[in-house]
């Protein structure tokens, strides 16, 4: 019927929303059960009229669910998600309950405190109207909100998966303008029809602050400028030749080493050496993988020496960069060093123009490598190759074919892995007759491959990638043919419209001038 349409409707409304915010499913998810529950108490129904409600309810969820396919399936392998979001950051410190109220998550560019209040206070009015749909949407308006605000102030509390809460208050900052706007829905009729007293220059007062609070917010920035969220800072880049390099053996990443005031705060990143696409640091690791990163990287940058330099070619590492701008401090200088003095690590010549500094790991380096003898013995327990592995069996870097993109392994002896510069837990596999998947270096996805050679397929998931699209666009097909509103034909609606005459009954006289 037309109630499960809607519920298809509102599904498919949900969909873009909880794609960039997954929160809204849960926000969503609760206002709806609480919704039904303070319906079943204000007005008793039947249960059948409950269950019927709560199948609604799950039609919207489970619509916009499957239209958002195969991405959707994140959220169940990873719930921290549904709090953390796409970009996950955890924030400094917990959010205040004023703070959440004021619409105030943190960060540069947050508008002023009285602009939390001037919306509070146009939001009110919805909680105070005489008439009864309008203050229930009100209301509803108002626990949206308040859910959002409880939502954010919990995520930055949970721990390892504590999130930003910008896109939660994002959720009450929306409730609250709706609010805003059902509470000023005729309020001048109403003002004109009561008497003069405190409302009136109240409901002015509010309004004139409505009004000029977006003015001088944009007035302020117009005259700060963006200094604050943005500033000025020498571009770095990498040398065209580097670039060039990463275009024609795709995979070759590039780690970047940028340290603090002091020697123990040094952050990094790995991004591909023909460049990274735009929030590509922003998106989480497997916590396994990053806490290796993240002792691997230690290891490299102290003056104790390691076989770090060697494992970073187990990761695809082809450059480390160290970046500096302008006059390079203390801390960049013995970070300097420290690279130099590395035995798996050459440096570049120095190009001033680029802003950075640059070594390149002697271990061959790429993508998709074949393994043999020593060095296919250490991955199976040590995190890297050591330097007699690598002089006695060195890794064999493999490139696709050209025709087949496939991966062709010669003959040779047995034992040998193929291994690839991808987490073995994601989607990465290694495909053909007679191999065995493995984990290399306890982190990446290989396989053992025959001693009569193989033609491997390396990819990331790709088929199920296609299958879970081609699902989505089905599920996208059905969601929107049972969300269509219902055809009647013309002669049905003239026939409907049409009075019918009732029989006259046996004993009704007959009419003068009719015949029997």
Known sequence: GSGWRHAFVAGL????????????????????????????????????????RVAAAGAVLATSFAVLLPWSWRLVAVPRLLLAGLTPQAPADPL?????????????????????????LAALPALLRSHRERRLAGMGAW???????????????????????????????????????????????????????WRQPTALLI????????????GSWAA??????????????????????????????????????????????LTPLRGAFTGADQLPAPESLRRRLDELVTAVASATGSDAAQALATHAVRYVALPSSGQPTAVDLALAGVLDAQPALTKERADAAA??????????TGHVTLLSGVAAREAATERGPSLDALRENPPQVLEPDERTGRYVVPPGLPGRLLVVSEYAGGRWRVRGPDVKAVRAWG?????????AGVT?????????????????????????????????????????????????????????????
């Open 13 to 52: 409304a949900l969909a873009p929303a909880a794609a960039f915010v997954p929160l809204v499913w849960l926000v969503a998810g609760v206002l709806m059960l609480a919704g039904i529950a303070a319906a079943a108490v204000l007005a008793p129904l039947p249960r059948a009229a409950v269950v019927r």
């Open 96 to 120: 205040r309950g004023i703070d959440a109220m004021l619409l105030r998550p943190g960060g540069p560019a947050m508008a002023h405190r009285a602009f939390g209040v001037i919306l509070l």
């Open 143 to 197: 626990s949206v909100a308040m859910a959002a605000m409880a939502l954010a102030v919990i995520g930055t509390r949970a721990g390892a998966a504590a999130a930003w809460p910008g896109p939660a208050l994002l959720i009450a900052g929306g409730a609250l303008i709706s609010a805003a706007m059902i509470g000023a829905t005729g309020g001048q009729v109403l003002l004109g029809r009561a008497s003069f007293g």
């Open 207 to 218: 309004a004139v602050c409505a009004l000029v609070a977006p003015l001088v917010a944009l």
């Open 224 to 269: 700060r400028g963006a200094g604050r969220p943005l500033d000025r800072r020498v571009v770095v880049t990498l040398p065209r030749y580097i670039v060039a390099q990463g275009e024609r053996q795709p995979g070759l990443r590039v780690l970047w080493l940028r340290p603090g005031a002091t020697s123990a705060d040094l952050r990094y990143s």
């Open 355 to 364: 802003g950075m500094a640059l070594w390149r790991v002697i271990a061959p």
């Open 443 to 451: 982190w990446a996805a290989a396989a053992e491959v025959p001693a």
């Open 456 to 516: 491997a397929t390396v990819d990331a998931g790709r088929r199920s990638r296609r299958t879970g699209l081609g699902l989505q666009a089905f599920a996208v097909l059905v969601a929107l043919v049972l969300a269509a509103p219902s055809v009647r034909r013309a002669e049905d609606d003239s026939a409907r419209d049409e009075p019918i005459a009732d029989d006259p009954p046996a004993d009704a006289p007959i009419p003068v001038g009719a015949s029997a």
